[in-house]
């Protein structure tokens, strides 16, 4: 890792830095190759690491351009990755909104300041819903340990996309949801066959407007994802698309709980248009 490459690490999505998602983010990625920035993100071995490839200037502060790198791959978005780069640009003190130009297109982002620290919020683009194929889904689930008789009958499986595509499973018991298991090698197999850039997402039903969900993201050392954002705007998608909330809709999504490092994320879900996820994000000493 170059010592001239300033290097910041935020969790984001809970206001304790024991909880959340880690990610690594770097202010000014301007002159780094891909393959230093892929070494970056192997390195620190977080889901994601964020690199601000055209940094925001003086007559552009608000303004970026953004890649993310998975210790392994570039990722196409990544929504952990872009609430802590904003609100480490907002704590600078350069500007409180942002649109980050990433591999999917314009992504707006607001900030604002409160008791609990700074709290971004993204906006995705144009999501979009389809059925998830019967055979790719009968793999899923055998890789799961599961059958279609353990989803919830009222939440129908589908790929949602909202920057990453994420097949989304709905279990309807508490025990299955908390006790499946998988081989993260012949789950990563599935997902790089399938293109699935994101995670497989699985849910349990809180209520009429929460969920808990485990994001499988087997990379490296990691099986599970302890905060999804990309994935939380995928299932604001999801909801709205089959009709299962009345937009505008605000939904709470708590995840991390499989993995010890608990987060919440607030999806907002408006009549037409990108779904808007914020959370907290707080520097890892």
Not at 180 to 185: E, H, I, K, L, V
Request: charged fraction near 20%.
């Amino acid at each position: 890792m170059s010592d001239q490459t300033e290097i910041l690490r935020l969790t984001a999505f809970a206001a304790d830095p024991s909880g959340g998602n880690p990610a690594g983010v770097v202010l000014d990625a301007s002159a780094l190759p891909d393959a230093e920035m892929q070494r970056i993100a192997a390195s620190l071995g977080y889901a994601e690491t964020a690199f601000l490839t055209r940094p925001p200037t003086r007559e552009y502060p608000g303004r970026a351009g953004i890649r993310y790198f998975s210790p392994t791959a570039e990722v196409p978005f990544c929504g952990h990755a872009t609430i802590a780069t904003a609100v480490a640009l907002a704590g600078r003190g350069d500007a409180d909104d942002f649109v980050f130009e990433t591999k999917i297109g314009e992504v707006r982002i607001d900030t604002r300041r409160t008791a609990d620290g700074i709290v971004a919020s993204f906006t995705s683009v144009e999501p979009r819903v389809e059925p998830i194929g019967a055979s790719v889904l009968e793999h899923l689930l055998r890789l799961l340990g599961v059958d279609a008789t353990d989803l919830h009958p009222d939440y129908p499986p589908r790929l949602a996309f909202a920057g990453n595509v994420h097949p989304v499973l709905v279990f309807a018991e508490t025990a299955t949801f908390d006790g499946f298991r998988f081989d993260p090698a012949e789950v990563r197999a599935l997902m790089d066959a399938e293109g699935w850039a994101g995670t497989v997402t699985t849910l349990r039903v809180l209520g009429p407007l929460e969920f808990e969900a485990r994001n499988l993201f087997p990379v490296g050392t990691m099986t599970e994802d302890p905060a999804t954002g990309s994935a939380a705007a995928s299932v604001g998608g999801y909801l709205r698309a089959l009709g299962l909330v009345d937009p505008p809709a605000r939904v709470l999504i708590r995840q991390g709980r499989h993995v010890g490092r608990p987060s919440l994320l607030t999806v907002d879900i408006p009549a037409t248009g990108g779904i808007v996820v914020s959370g907290t994000a707080t520097v890892i000493s």
